[in-house]
């Protein structure tokens, strides 16, 4: 049996840095770096967004067939495969992109107690014979990390059953299971409320092509919450640059709020996110999102997956795939339901929000830092 082909994604420069706002939103500046797990996460969210189209670099190498037959030897494997495994996809990649997915299988490793072998895989990975290696580990479930663990499943038999985590946005029609690093609109607009309670409107602007399952589950959660969701469609970049000044300009500033959601059409960085932050700061309307790196650039607050949490999750759910076994796939996509909380408090004074030092505390992340 061959070895795996040599070539790794890495990381040949580092992820370019978000285009600032104008000027008139000072928010956008100073503010220091994501500490820990949240660091992880914001690198993640670029890489899963797509700039990590990068050169490759020869010089570090994917995990091979013969390193994983070796592991095959091993007395504790030998003993578990009557019983069947889960196995780990991760793309293969070089920090800081690789510490979110390492915290993912940190939470596996901790709530399963079944044997887990991660396998770093990159974007040219020899399909039938991964097949062929995990079908010999006895493989039952795999948890396919980031886009990259996920492309790396498409030549995998039938019956290995498929969890998908770490990864940005999936749509409907790629009908999987698992988890996305998007958090539920529910605990966004809940976090919202509390901070806000006269609020009683959201304003969104989305591609329902990236979208649309996403925003069937904010229309309940806003429900649910006694708001309302004014959902605009806009497929190019062009109509939302369109629709966020209109919008903007006749929102209330005390009754409405702007959410940005994980969509690369309507929220695209270079050129949308600076126009919605000037526009927000300058009518003083309060923005939220789900992209933590907002907050650094004057968002009001966002949410971060906890990435090991999301790991135990995703444990438990392969534990319960392990004991009835179905379909891979099966459209039972989630949101981020295990999160964490970093707010703006210049941005929360522009909006007329003071925020004590135990309210503070209910935050996981605070700027700018003292």
Excluded: C
Aim: proline content about 6%; hydrophobic content about 45%; aromatic content about 6%.
């Amino acid at each position: 049996m061959g070895a795996l082909r040599r070539a790794a994604v890495v990381l040949a420069a580092a992820v370019a840095a978000s285009a600032h706002a104008a000027t008139a939103v000072p928010t956008t500046t100073e503010l220091p770096a994501f500490p820990g797990d949240a660091r992880m996460t914001a690198a993640l969210f670029a890489f899963e967004s797509g700039f990590d189209q990068l050169p490759l670099r020869g010089d570090v190498r994917p995990i091979t067939l013969a390193q994983l037959e070796d592991q095959l030897r091993r007395p504790d494997v030998q003993a578990s495969i009557g019983k069947g495994t889960i196995a780990v996809l991760y793309p293969n990649v070089d920090m800081p992109f690789r510490a979110a997915f390492i915290s993912m299988i940190q939470g596996i490793e901790e709530r399963t107690r079944l044997p887990v072998r991660s396998y770093p895989v990159d974007t040219r990975v020899d399909s039938a014979e991964l097949n062929s290696t995990l079908k010999q580990n006895g493989t039952k479930v795999v948890i396919a990390l980031g886009r990259q663990g996920l492309s790396a499943t498409a030549g995998l038999d039938r019956e290995i059953s498929v969890l998908v985590g770490g990864v940005l946005l999936l749509s409907d029609a790629e009908n999987v299971a698992g988890i996305s690093l998007t958090p539920d609109p529910a605990l966004l607009f809940a976090r919202l409320h509390s901070l806000l309670p006269d609020l009683k409107r959201v304003i969104v602007v989305y591609n329902p092509k990236n979208s649309e399952w996403l925003i069937k589950l904010a229309r309940e959660a806003a429900r649910s919450q006694g708001l309302e969701l004014a959902a605009y469609v806009a497929g190019d970049m062009a109509r939302a640059a369109q629709l966020y000044p209109t919008l903007i300009a006749a929102a209330d500033a005390r009754r409405d709020a702007v959410w940005l959601p994980h969509d690369s059409t309507t929220v695209e960085e270079s050129t949308i996110l600076p126009l919605v932050l000037r526009e927000t700061w300058n009518s003083g309307v309060p923005l939220f999102s789900s992209n933590v790196l907002h907050v650094k650039k004057g968002a009001l607050f966002a949410m971060v997956p906890n990435n090991v949490e999301m790991g135990r999750t995703l444990a438990s759910s392969a534990i319960s795939l392990m004991s009835e076994p179905r379909k891979r796939g099966g459209n039972g996509l989630s949101p981020s339901r295990t999160l964490q909380t970093a707010i703006n408090l210049r941005t929360a004074s522009h909006v007329g929000l003071q925020i004590g030092y135990q309210q503070q505390r209910s935050f996981d992340f605070v700027f700018p830092q003292p």
